[in-house]
């Protein structure tokens, strides 16, 4: 079946420029996360939705960052005023359930590989 | 907090050896643990979870994964290694009552060399 995807897989921007990043999830799955991957690093937690309820937003760096999940499937990570250092891979995950044992594990798509200019 | 800390940037180990992948992490209530595998130019890949009962876990592609709790580490095994396991391995917590995200070590570079 279809897994995680995103879109665009590479973007290069100017600084200063607005991005949206989407990621559209496993289809049925409950739960939605955005990390960032620099080069050579673990992937770092963003945010997270269940349905379309943002349940945990303490990853973002700063205000230029937000998410959205409006009818509880896609969602798009949004960056305004672009700059060099938000630079990385921008990776999406989804799993079945919120919680729990199983079906808690988090699928993940293929990467957005953003360069700020 | 959580923590996850992989000590080795790389393993290198010769095709039909056992390798194993360390990892020890942090947190202040009960742990799920869970290994992912990322080829390049790909996306992470879910390889095993522990959850509850068993330490030992079995996984994908012949790896499997023991939860010391004393020693608070998942160590990622495999009895025989491939030249196609090469790849860079990321170990991930998740404390079980403190909300679903979770935090990755830096990750370890598996080198299988024929």
């Known amino acids: 079946g279809a897994g995680v995807s995103q879109s665009p897989r590479y973007k290069v921007t100017k600084r200063g420029q607005d991005v949206a990043l989407r990621c559209d999830p496993i289809s049925g799955h409950v739960s939605l996360y955005w990390y960032r991957q620099a080069l050579g690093q673990g992937p770092e937690f963003l945010t997270y939705?269940?349905?379309?309820?943002?349940?945990?937003k303490s990853g973002l760096p700063n205000d230029r960052f937000s998410a959205e999940r409006p009818e509880g499937s896609i969602s798009t990570l949004t960056i305004q005023r672009t700059e060099q250092r938000d630079s990385a891979m921008y990776r999406c995950?989804?799993?079945?359930?919120?919680?729990?044992?199983?079906?808690?594990?988090?699928?993940f798509g293929p990467g957005t590989r953003l360069t700020v200019l | 907090a959580q923590s996850v800390a992989q000590p080795e940037d790389q393993v290198n180990v010769a095709e039909g050896n056992p390798l194993t992948v360390k990892c020890t992490y942090s947190v202040s209530g009960n742990p799920y643990l869970f290994w992912y595998v990322q080829y390049p130019n790909r996306g992470l890949q879910f390889l095993l979870k522990?959850?509850?009962?068993?330490?030992l876990v079995k996984g994908s592609y012949g790896f499997e994964a023991e939860f010391n709790k004393s020693q608070t580490s998942f160590h990622l095994k495999k009895p025989s290694a491939l030249v196609s396991d090469s790849a860079l391995y990321f170990c991930?917590?998740?404390?079980?009552?403190?909300?679903?995200?979770?935090?990755f070590g830096g990750g370890t570079r598996l080198m299988v060399k024929p």
């Open positions: 522990y959850i509850t009962g068993d330490n």
């Open positions: 991930a917590v998740r404390d079980r009552n403190a909300g679903n995200m979770l935090t």
């Open positions: 995950a989804s799993s079945l359930r919120t919680s729990g044992g199983a079906g808690n594990e988090q699928f």
């Open positions: 939705f269940n349905y379309e309820a943002q349940q945990d």
